[in-house]
């Protein structure tokens, strides 16, 4: 069936450094994307989202990538923080009028101090 | 301010028990979410309101039964629990031509 999902459940990182997010989707139709960020605890945290009519989109330390050729989207966290780990969503609007956000499974990023 | 708060952040109960959730959102969203994150932190939707009207029902069980009195409230009634509803559950918001949605600080419910 059609789904949005990660490729890797935990990605641990130094602080400092960068991390990718991976995420893989199947539905053509969809045509926006956003992660989020959820703290334990917490709810999930928009981060930053881009529309199918883009590759790329910039935000504070944060860049997306979006392949639609092969389906994929990315999230790009630059010099990473403590205050950084927490597991993170993809999530996508399909067109079929539901406007409904369907969710990945999620991926623990754990920065090492 | 809290944007979408939700009561009670904690919700243990014995199964059979009905107990009910509240959600309130203060940014003037017409469409409100509930949705349940499994123990793997899966999310999925369960239902959506827009202006006080049921718009999306994911197949979720009868014993389930969302109330909007008005579009800034959606509460989440449940009859009957069972061990499986165990769960967090998350109300959201979205609105004002925006496709983001804002999300509470969950209700974790134990089914005991």
């Not at chain 1, 010099?79 to 623990?108: H, I, M, W």
């Not at chain 2, 028990?17 to 349940?36: F, R, V």
Request: glycine letters at 8%; proline letters at 4%.
């Amino acid at each position: 069936g059609e789904s949005v999902g990660l490729h890797l459940p935990t990605l641990s990182v130094q602080e400092g450094d960068n991390s990718i997010i991976n995420c893989a989707y199947s539905n053509s139709a969809s045509d926006y994307f956003i992660w989020y960020k959820q703290e334990s605890g917490k709810g999930p945290q928009f981060i930053i989202d881009i529309r199918s009519n883009m590759d790329k989109r910039q935000g504070q330390r944060v860049t997306v990538l979006l392949n639609k050729t092969v389906k994929h989207l990315s999230l790009q966290i630059a010099a990473t923080q403590p205050g950084d780990s927490a597991v993170y969503f993809c999530a996508e609007n399909r067109l079929d009028g539901n406007e409904k956000l369907t969710f990945g499974t999620g991926t623990r990023l754990t920065i090492i101090p | 301010d809290t944007a979408v708060s939700q009561t009670p952040k904690y919700l243990v109960t014995q199964m059979g028990n009905d107990k009910s959730i509240k959600c309130e959102q203060n940014l003037g969203h017409d469409t409100m979410y509930w949705y349940k994150q499994d123990s793997k932190k899966f999310l999925k939707i369960m239902f959506s309101y827009n202006n006080k009207e049921l718009i999306i029902n994911e197949t979720v069980p009868n014993r389930f039964s969302p109330k909007s009195p008005d579009k800034a409230h959606l509460n989440l009634h449940i009859n009957s629990l069972e061990l499986g509803d165990s769960a967090v559950y998350f109300c959201a918001s979205r609105g004002g031509g925006n496709e983001k949605l804002f999300f509470g600080s969950g209700t974790q419910l134990s089914v005991l």
